[in-house]
C-alpha cells in the first residue's frame, strides 16, 4: 500500500490586510496573529490555493512569506519562488489572459431564427466528452475539474453553437460554477473585454478575486476616497477649483471624503481632472492612464479594460442606465436567483419617521430628551409640527388621508391616488434639494441618505406617472409612513442591466421554474436553454436533513406562548446534542429571533451563553461572524445568514420557520394572485438556500434540522396542492427522503458526531 507524504508549509500574509480580511479567512483559512502581526495559517504544498495567494498578494501589493521565504514582485523568477514549488505568474502556462478563444461566436439568433426553448436534465451519470475542453481548464488557476464541470462546459459551448442568447444553469453547492464564469468566456471571447461577472454579495465578489487574482474588480463610489480635499457634498465650484489646483500640486492630502459625495456627483456640470474624459460619440473614455485618475475612476477604468469585470449586482443595477457599462460578450450572473429582487430593490423605497428625520433634519426624540427646559419643549413642538405635517395619514396642505393599495382598487381610484403621491414624493424631493443646496446635512450619512434618497424618488415619480397599476405603496405601522415598491421589473430589466452582455449565463443552485424565471426578467424563452444539475458530489452521510424534531407553529395566526415555548426547547435540546460543537440557527424574521433569544435565555441560561447575535451594522455583523468562527461551541442566530453565508465551520444549523413570504405586503400578494406558483417557488428558493449554509463543500459535513411542524404537510401537499417538494432542488429532497422518520438521536445520530 503507498503512503504519500503530505508537505505542510507555513503562510505568513501581512500589509494592508484589513479589506482582504474575509477572503484570507474564507479562502485561504488564514487566522490573525495578535503576536506577529500577521495572517497566518499552513498549507500543503501541493494546493494551487498557494500559487492563487501569491498571485493575489501582488495584484494587492501585500507581503507573503512561504516557510519564511518573501516573496516580492520584483524577483518572481529567482529561486525563491522554486524553492516552494510555485510556477512564476508571468510563466507562459499561466498568463493573466491564458490562451483567448480560437472560435468566433456569431451574433445571437434572431428572434425569428431563435433556436427554441430548450431543457437539459445532467446525471451522474451523463456522458459527455470533455477531452477538446481540457485545454481551457489547464489555462486556468483551478483544481482537476470536477465532475459537474466536465458535464456543464460541453453542453454550454454546444448550446452557444447553436446561438441560445440566454443560458440558466442550476448547478447545486460545490459544483464549482466559479470556474464557468471564467472557462466559457476564455473559449469564445475576443482578446479584451469578453464579460462582467456579476455577483450577489460582496463578500462573494472578493471571494472570486481570490480564487482569480487577474480579475478586477469595482464597488459603489462609498467604497473609494476622493483626490480633492473638500468636504462631503461640497457644492462651491470655486472651493472645488481650488482644491483641483491643490491636488495637481501634490500639496493635497485627500481622502477628505468617498467618492459618492465628491465634487464631480455633487456640482453640476462640474468637469474632475481625475475624471475619464468623455467621447462626444463614443461616450467615457477607458484609454486614459489610470495613474492619473481617483481611485474611483482608476479601478473602474482597469476593470473596463481587463478580460473579467467582475461586480456585485446592487451596483451593476445602480449604473446600469449610464454609458458605464458598454456592451460585451458575456454577462454571467452568479447567484441569479437574487437578481429580480435586486432589480426591485432599485425601484424600492421606505420612508420611515427616522428617515425623515434625517432627510428634512428633524431632532430625534433622543436628541430632544437630551435638552432641558423651554428647549426641550420647544424642540419637541418643532418635531411634532413638522413629523405631522409630512405624515401621509394625517394629510399635508390639501393631501387626502391616503389608504395602502388594495387587491381590488378600481382603476380611478388608483389613478387619483397615485396623483396625490407623486405631488406629495415631488415636495419632498424639493424640501431635500433645497437641504443639499444650503449645506444642511453636516453628518455625512445623512447626506448620503438624501443625495440616494432624491435620486430615488425621481424613479418612483416617473413610475407612478407612466405606469400606476406597476406601482404599489403600503402604509404598514406606525414608524414605517409608506413602502413604494412596482410589482413587475421584467420591463426594466433589458434597458437596466441585462443589455451588457449579448448573451447572458445565469448560474445558482436554486432557479426553481426556469419558465417562471425568464417571465421575471422578460427573456423569451426561444432564446433560452436550461442546464439542470441533477444530483449533487457532496456524500449523503454528510448532508443530513432531519425533519422530526419539531417546535412550535410560528404562523401569523399562531404563535401561542406554548408554541414560542416548545420551539425554545427543541432548539436547546439540540444544541445539548451538539455539545462544544458550532452551530447556525436561522430564524427568518427579526421578531423571530428576537423572542426565542428572550426564551432561550429564560429557559437555559448555561446554554444561551453559546448564542452569538449582532445588531443591524455591517460592523455589527462582522464582528459577531468573526467570533463564531474562531469559537468553540458557538452558535450565530441571525436572519442575515439565511442565504450567501459559508458557514463551513458549522456542525449543525437549525432552520426554524418555513420562509413563506408574508401575504400581508400587497405586492407579494399581488404576484401570488396572479401566479400562485410564484408564492411556492420562492418558499423553495429560500428554503433551499437556507439548508445549503452549512455543508459547503465534499469534505464538509453537518445536520440539517427543519423544525417547523407543518412541515410534512408542505413537502408533501403544500398550499393549494402544491407541495413543496416540487420546488427544491433533487439533491436536497435527496437528503430530506433518506431521513425520513429520523432523528438524530441516539443510534440514529450521524457520524458526524461520532
Not at 100 to 124: F, H, R
Not at 296 to 315: D, I, P, R, W
Not at 431 to 445: A, H
Not at 651 to 672: E, H
Request: glycine residues 6%.
Amino acid at each position: 500500500m503507498l503512503r504519500y507524504m503530505i508537505t505542510m508549509v507555513s503562510i505568513e500574509v501581512r500589509g494592508n490586510t484589513r479589506r482582504f480580511r474575509d477572503v484570507l479567512r474564507n479562502t485561504y483559512d488564514l487566522r490573525w496573529n495578535h503576536q506577529s502581526f500577521c495572517y497566518g495559517g499552513e498549507m500543503a504544498l501541493s494546493e494551487r490555493r498557494i500559487r492563487n495567494l501569491v498571485r493575489f498578494c501582488e495584484k494587492f501589493n501585500l507581503e507573503i512569506k512561504v516557510d519564511g521565504i518573501l516573496y516580492q514582485s520584483g524577483n518572481k523568477e529567482d529561486d525563491d519562488i522554486e524553492s516552494f514549488s510555485i510556477e512564476p505568474v508571468a510563466s507562459s502556462k499561466v498568463s493573466a489572459l491564458g490562451k483567448v478563444g480560437t472560435e468566433t461566436l456569431l451574433p445571437p439568433k434572431t428572434e425569428d431564427e431563435a433556436p427554441g426553448y430548450q431543457e437539459l436534465l445532467i446525471t451522474a451519470d451523463s456522458e459527455i466528452d470533455f477531452d477538446n475542453y481540457q485545454q481551457w481548464v489547464d489555462e486556468t488557476l483551478f483544481e482537476e475539474p470536477r465532475p459537474e464541470q466536465q458535464q456543464v462546459i460541453p453542453a454550454v459551448a454546444k448550446l452557444l453553437r447553436k446561438g441560445y442568447k440566454n443560458i440558466i444553469i442550476e448547478s447545486p453547492t460545490g459544483s464549482g460554477k466559479s470556474a464557468f464564469s471564467m472557462v466559457l468566456p476564455k473559449m469564445f471571447g475576443s482578446q479584451k473585454k469578453s464579460s462582467y461577472v456579476l455577483t450577489h454579495l460582496k463578500g462573494l465578489q472578493s471571494q472570486y478575486l481570490a480564487e482569480m487574482p487577474f480579475m478586477e474588480s469595482i464597488m459603489g463610489r462609498g467604497n473609494y476616497s476622493c483626490k480633492l480635499d473638500v468636504e462631503a457634498g461640497c457644492r462651491d465650484v470655486d472651493t472645488a477649483e481650488a482644491a483641483v489646483q491643490r491636488a495637481r500640486a501634490g500639496m493635497s492630502g485627500g481622502n477628505t471624503c468617498t467618492a459618492d459625495t465628491a465634487p464631480c456627483v455633487t456640482i453640476k456640470d462640474f468637469q474632475c481632472p481625475f475624471k475619464n474624459p468623455k467621447d462626444s460619440e463614443k461616450g467615457m473614455r477607458w484609454d486614459v492612464p489610470v495613474d492619473t485618475l481617483c481611485d474611483y475612476y482608476g479601478s473602474l477604468t482597469k476593470a473596463q479594460n481587463a478580460e473579467y469585470f467582475v461586480a456585485n449586482m446592487a451596483y451593476a443595477t445602480a449604473i446600469g442606465m449610464t454609458p458605464l457599462l458598454p456592451q460585451r460578450e458575456f454577462l454571467i450572473v452568479d447567484e441569479a436567483h437574487n437578481l429580480p429582487d435586486v432589480m426591485v430593490g432599485a425601484f424600492s423605497l421606505d420612508l420611515s419617521e427616522r428617515m425623515l428625520e434625517r432627510l428634512l433634519q428633524i431632532k430625534s426624540l433622543t436628541e430632544i430628551l437630551e435638552l432641558s427646559g423651554s428647549e426641550q419643549v420647544k424642540a419637541h413642538e418643532i418635531r411634532k409640527q413638522r413629523l405631522e405635517s409630512w405624515r401621509p395619514r394625517t394629510g399635508r396642505m390639501g393631501f387626502p388621508k391616503i389608504p395602502s393599495v388594495e387587491l381590488d382598487m378600481e382603476e380611478e381610484l388608483l389613478g387619483k391616488a397615485a396623483a396625490v403621491w407623486v405631488a406629495y414624493l415631488q415636495d419632498l424631493d424639493k424640501e431635500i434639494q433645497t437641504n443639499l443646496k444650503n449645506n444642511s446635512y453636516e453628518d455625512t450619512k445623512d447626506l448620503k441618505l438624501a443625495m440616494r434618497t432624491s435620486q430615488r424618488l425621481e424613479t418612483i415619480i416617473a413610475g407612478l406617472t407612466h405606469d400606476t397599476s406597476n406601482w404599489i405603496w403600503q402604509i404598514s405601522d406606525e414608524r414605517t409612513f409608506v413602502n413604494f415598491k412596482c410589482i413587475e421589473i421584467k420591463e426594466f430589466a433589458e434597458s437596466l442591466l441585462l443589455h451588457a452582455g449579448r448573451r447572458r449565463i445565469f448560474l445558482s443552485a436554486t432557479i426553481g421554474n426556469p419558465e417562471m424565471f425568464c417571465e421575471e426578467l422578460g427573456l423569451k424563452l426561444e432564446e433560452t436553454a436550461f442546464i439542470r444539475i441533477g444530483y449533487s458530489s457532496f456524500p449523503l452521510k454528510n448532508r443530513p436533513i432531519y425533519t422530526r424534531e419539531t417546535g412550535g407553529l410560528l404562523t401569523r395566526q399562531g404563535q401561542s406562548e406554548n408554541d414560542w415555548k416548545q420551539t425554545a426547547e427543541t432548539i436547546l435540546e439540540i444544541m445539548k446534542q451538539h455539545p462544544n460543537q458550532q452551530g447556525i440557527i436561522l430564524p427568518y424574521t427579526d421578531k423571530i429571533e428576537k423572542k426565542l433569544s428572550e426564551l432561550i435565555t429564560e429557559l437555559d441560561r448555561q446554554q444561551s451563553k453559546r448564542l452569538i447575535q449582532h445588531d443591524k451594522s455591517a460592523h455589527g455583523r462582522d464582528a459577531a461572524i468573526d467570533e463564531w468562527k474562531s469559537s468553540q461551541g458557538g452558535v450565530i442566530m441571525s436572519t442575515y445568514l439565511n442565504q450567501g453565508f459559508d458557514g463551513k465551520e458549522a456542525n449543525f444549523c437549525i432552520v426554524v420557520k418555513l420562509p413563506y413570504l408574508s401575504l400581508g405586503d400587497v405586492r407579494t400578494a399581488k404576484k401570488m394572485r396572479a401566479n400562485p406558483e410564484w408564492y411556492s417557488q420562492q418558499t423553495g428558493i429560500s428554503l433551499a438556500q437556507m439548508c445549503g449554509r452549512a455543508v459547503r463543500s465534499r469534505t464538509d459535513a453537518a445536520n440539517t434540522y427543519i423544525i417547523d411542524p407543518s412541515f410534512w404537510f408542505q413537502y408533501s401537499k403544500g398550499i393549494g396542492d402544491r407541495p413543496l417538494k416540487n420546488y427544491l432542488p433533487t439533491h436536497v429532497c435527496e437528503s430530506i427522503e433518506a431521513h425520513e422518520g429520523l432523528t438524530a438521536n441516539g443510534i440514529q445520530q450521524s457520524l458526524i458526531q461520532s
